[in-house]
């Protein structure tokens, strides 16, 4: 929420460090609700995603005792939690947690997978340069989906055709550790080869093709 805030700001000098409050008027709470609520990669594709707040820039931000010096710098981040972030870097996505004001995501996802990640967007407060900012009022959280899947060329034939859909026909029905289950044809690898696996392969076909 917006409002008026009494931030402690610590500052680092040569000798030390000194605190002192600064009153930071926020009047735009932060808000996510502009991002998508999933995200569909695939793998061996490069990426460079940035999911911004809408809104959250305070506006005036000013120290109590004016002359003294304070240089600090204030904005919105949208972060993830380490857990999550430690997820997706294991499979190849990387988190710029120096991006203002939004979440991105850079790298190349090597396996299909489905993460269900809560971003978090806060207004900050703090030296540009220290570590500790100050997270100021109250957070917003949004769900987002993240799915990576296998490019639809099942076969790796170089095209999408119906001989790939084929492999996820031969599956259809099947959850991991069952006969006939195919983890190729399990697309975004949540253990079932089903309906959203059949139909993401019929919307990589060429248009107009059907497959008897
Ligand atoms: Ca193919
Ligand atoms: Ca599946």
Redesign the pocket.
């Known amino acids: 929420m917006g409002g008026l805030f009494q931030v402690p700001i610590r500052l680092v000098t040569g000798g030390g460090s000194t605190q002192r409050d600064v009153q930071l008027i926020v009047t735009e709470p932060v808000a996510l609700n502009g991002i998508a609520d999933r995200l569909i990669l695939y793998t061996g594709s490069p990426i460079d995603i940035s999911l911004s707040a809408t809104r959250g820039f305070p506006r005036l931000a000013m120290a109590t005792s004016p002359g003294d010096g304070i240089r600090a710098s204030a904005g919105t981040i949208v972060s993830l939690s380490d857990s999550e972030a430690a997820a997706l870097a294991s499979n190849g996505l990387q988190w710029d947690r120096s991006a203002p004001g939004r979440l991105r995501l850079t790298g190349t996802p090597v396996a299909p997978a489905t993460y269900f990640v809560n971003l978090t967007g806060q207004t900050i407060y703090g030296l540009a340069s220290e570590p500790d900012r100050v997270l100021v009022g109250a957070a917003a959280t949004r769900a987002l989906t993240i799915m990576v899947l296998r490019p ?10 119906c ?2 859909v084929a492999i996820v026909r031969a599956a259809f029905g099947t959850v991991r550790g069952q006969a006939g289950f195919n983890d190729l044809a399990d697309t975004n690898r949540d253990g079932l080869v089903n309906i959203v696996d059949l139909s993401y392969l019929q919307s990589r076909l060429p248009r107009g093709t059907t497959c008897p």
């Open positions: 639809a060329d099942l076969d790796g034939d170089g095209t999408v055709t001989r790939d």
